[in-house]
């Protein structure tokens, strides 16, 4: 049986990790990590991803790719990829929780 709340931890301290880790290559995912890592449904997460994997950029990842898939959604406007003039990353938070959660 596995664990929740050590679970949790663990994917909090992966987004916390990679917060700093992403600044430079993924302003936005960086942006998303911390707000993520206090966030206990998103932290809950973590638990559907397999050992070894980096949690917090799988369900980042995951996010963008299904962002990606409905580019109408208020959550895109914040990726760079998808828009000439994204919105600020430090705003996208409420986006994301409300589009992935």
Known sequence: MVDV??????TRGSFLFESTDLRFSSPL??????PC???PDICELGSGVRPGQPIAIF????AQYL????PQS??????PSMTD????????????????I
Request: aromatic share 18%; glycine share 0%; charged share 25%.
């Open 5 to 10: 709340s050590a679970q949790r931890d663990t």
């Open 29 to 34: 995912f960086a942006a998303l990590s911390r």
């Open 37 to 39: 890592a206090e966030d």
């Open 59 to 62: 369900i980042l990842s995951v």
């Open 67 to 70: 962002a990606f898939r409905e």
């Open 74 to 79: 208020p959550l895109a406007a914040y990726f």
């Open 85 to 100: 003039s994204p919105k600020s990353a430090e705003a996208a938070f409420p986006a994301f929780r409300e589009f992935f």
